[in-house]
């Protein structure tokens, strides 16, 4: 059968990569002989970097944000009128022939932080896929809430009530699915990153002590827009964070960046860690160091096995780490991290609020062995979830799904 994958705008973004890596396990795991097509903003990148894949890689019309039919869009929103807009693979999608349309991006079937803002165009691309003869199918995804806007979750749950099925990664949204009456177009699965196993993990001989000799920290400055926090105030509470935590423990600090854009946008945790590391006094910065851009989701697994600790803004950084049996805290500012935590860890003791980092007790609230026997024995488990994904595949044998 032929699969195409949307939703994401490249690899830049390890955790994208990851669950395009993921994506193509289970996909091949049900189906050997898949015929698989991804599309990207950024082919010639995403080519080099998923070589291995086996994959076709197709490009995606880039559309400036300062394009006229966007700008007008924009304006008329602010005067409450909305102007619908398709996804931009509308012909692909038919004259290609695609028995699957995966929509693969995670968590953008959620509201801005304005609460105004929707996937309106996915959504409309969905409905034209499914019109079509295509089984559209949301993907991997953490999926709202939208109850701040219930306009919005009322076109939301008419849409997800058309498509073909979908696979949600955490517990969160599978819970707010059921509320809203989509248990049945449902199945709960871990996210597709899950999939990617780290050719070695660590080991609990690897620890020597219960006090983190090296710690990964992952931030974001795409947190900054759900905290409220300007960019000047982020870097000074995080330049207070890493000297937190060399006071508390001894140990040397990796900054971990997880999404690495070409253009150097806002969305760069590369330029963010690099202007935090900048920031640092020279007493500090000495047991700093700081990752270098475009290492990807595989050559940063490596480094991450080298820790004792991860905290990580990134889901998928998280993940990344958790999946080779590091011990991980997430650091949450969507209800993403939560879900995720609970998944994994059954808790979320291993959870904290972004906006009180600077309180939280990790002296206190971590214990390396512990967490590293839970992951050994839990990512295991997750693994499979992951791979449960392509039961939706059976359902459409002739047969209505019937999911959660």
């Known amino acids: 059968m032929k699969y195409l994958l949307i939703g994401i705008n490249g690899v830049y973004n390890y955790g994208c990569e990851a669950i395009v890596r993921g994506s193509v396990n289970i996909l091949r795991a049900f189906d050997p002989q898949a015929e698989i097509t991804y599309a990207t903003l950024s082919p010639d990148y995403d080519r080099k970097m998923l070589a291995d894949c086996g994959l076709e890689i197709i490009p995606r019309r880039f559309i400036s944000r300062f394009s006229f039919p966007r700008l007008a869009r924009r304006l008329a929103a602010c005067l409450g009128i909305e102007i619908p807009v398709m996804f931009d693979l509308k012909e692909t999608a038919t004259e290609k022939k695609y028995d699957y349309v995966l929509s693969i ?31 559209y199918i949301l993907w991997g995804a953490s999926v709202g809430p939208f109850s701040a806007n219930p306009g919005v979750e009322k076109k939301v749950k008419e849409h997800l009530l058309r498509i073909s099925g979908i696979t949600s990664r955490e517990k ?33 001989g690897s620890f020597s002590g219960a006090i983190p000799e090296k710690i990964a920290l992952n931030l974001s400055p795409l947190s900054l827009c759900y905290t409220g926090q300007g960019r000047k105030n982020g870097i000074a509470e995080h330049r207070v964070l890493v000297g937190k935590l060399l006071e508390m423990f001894p140990c040397e600090i990796i900054l971990v960046p997880h999404v690495c854009p070409p253009d150097e946008g806002i969305d760069d945790d590369y330029s963010y860690l690099n202007e935090l590391y900048c920031s640092l006094p020279e007493t500090l910065r000495s047991r700093v160091r700081l990752l270098p851009r475009g290492l990807g989701f595989i050559a940063t697994k ?22 080779a049996y590091v011990p991980t805290v997430l650091l949450s500012y969507s209800s993403k991290a939560s879900g995720m935590a609970e998944y994994v860890y059954g808790s979320r003791k291993y959870v904290c609020a972004l906006e009180n980092v600077l309180n939280y007790d990790f002296s206190g609230n971590i214990n390396l062995s512990e967490q590293h026997c839970l992951l050994k024995a839990r990512i295991p488990a997750v693994t499979r979830a992951a791979y449960s994904a392509m039961k939706i595949f059976k359902a459409h044998g002739g047969k209505e799904f019937s999911g959660c």
């Open 105 to 135: 991006g995670g968590d953008i079937y959620t509201l801005s932080p304005d609460n105004k803002e929707y996937p309106s165009a996915l959504m409309l691309f969905g409905d034209y896929c499914e019109k079509n003869g295509r089984h």
């Open 172 to 204: 969160k949204s599978t819970e707010y699915l059921k509320s809203i009456g989509l248990g049945g177009r449902l199945l709960e699965c871990a996210d597709p990153a899950f999939t990617v196993a780290a050719e070695i993990t660590k080991e609990t």
């Open 302 to 323: 490596t480094e991450l096995i080298k820790c004792d600790l991860c905290i990580a803004a990134r889901m998928h950084c998280a993940i990344n780490a958790m999946t």
